[in-house]
């Protein structure tokens, strides 16, 4: 049984949305479900963790049915093939698709990775990412891609480098620590996701920082914020490097400027692990 949270007092009524999120059980969907709950928005989540399988074609079309969701959130998709599974969420994606258009839904924003997509084309992933895509400028008229750069911040899923650093003294790293990655902090993540609901553009977006960290530049300012000594292993394995992405369009489009620097990420996301 899907997840359904709703604020009982809402001040501005008119305002309010019945809100779908497809995959929001996850890390990015628990800061996006508080930050909406916040603001007095309807919330739905839809997620396998909740009992609700996105594969589902009849299981989705009953969702949307009873909802009747206004926007919809797709963060469901290429994310199992990351984490060393096959399923690339095409189909998932086809069906959220045909929902939106059946049940009229006024936006779909969809999370995207530009981390793989601009620096690693040729993996599963990327080519998972691009294709689904596609096929959402091909089938839906009022859409957002956020091309996402690498989220990190408190709840972040321990696959993740930054709680892999905090968690394990005798880290494993590719190559030689220096190449880079361009970390932006989920708050600011969540703040452009509830701007693309609220305004009329549509396309593609970048997120992230605006600025991109060695990785041994990371593992000296957790040493420096927790007094941990930290003792990578470096494999000496050639590693891709993540280069800032290009956010103007972002900024511009969405009045938007990301507002949390990695040192205090970091103090967030440390003191959620116990530091």
């Not at 041994?216 to 420096?224: A, S, T, W």
Request: aromatic share 10%; net charge positive; with cysteine.
């Amino acid at each position: 049984m899907e997840q359904i949270f709703k604020k009982t007092s809402i001040p501005k009524k008119n305002m309010s949305k019945k809100i779908l999120l497809i995959g929001g059980a996850g890390f990015i969907g628990f800061h996006l479900t508080k930050a909406l709950f916040k603001k007095g928005h309807s919330v739905v989540i839809v997620d396998k963790e909740k009992g609700i399988d996105a594969n589902n074609k009849e299981a989705m079309q009953e969702v949307f049915k009873r909802e009747k969701p206004e926007i919809v959130y797709h963060l469901a998709g290429a994310i199992d093939l990351k984490r060393g599974g096959r399923d690339s969420g095409i189909e998932r994606t086809k069906i959220i698709c045909d929902c939106c258009k059946k049940y009229n839904v006024e936006k779909l924003i969809f999370f995207s990775s530009g981390g793989a997509i601009y620096f690693n084309s040729q993996s599963e992933y990327a080519k998972a990412s691009l294709k689904t895509e596609k096929h959402i400028q091909k089938k839906l008229d009022s859409f957002i891609i956020l091309r996402l750069g690498n989220v990190y911040g408190p709840g972040q899923w321990k696959e993740g480098i930054i709680p892999q650093i905090l968690l394990n003294k005798d880290l494993i790293i590719k190559g030689n620590g220096d190449q880079t990655r361009n970390f932006v902090y989920v708050d600011d993540v969540v703040k452009v996701a509830i701007l693309a609901m609220e305004n009329n553009n549509k396309g593609i977006y970048n997120i992230d920082s605006g600025q991109e960290h060695s990785l041994n530049q990371v593992i000296d300012l957790i040493r420096k914020l927790t007094g941990s000594i930290i003792n990578p292993i470096y494999d000496g394995k050639q590693d891709i490097s993540a280069k800032a992405f290009d956010i103007e369009k972002t900024k511009k489009d969405f009045n938007w400027n990301p507002k949390i620097g990695l040192e205090q990420g970091l103090k967030e996301t440390i003191k959620y692990y116990g530091y």
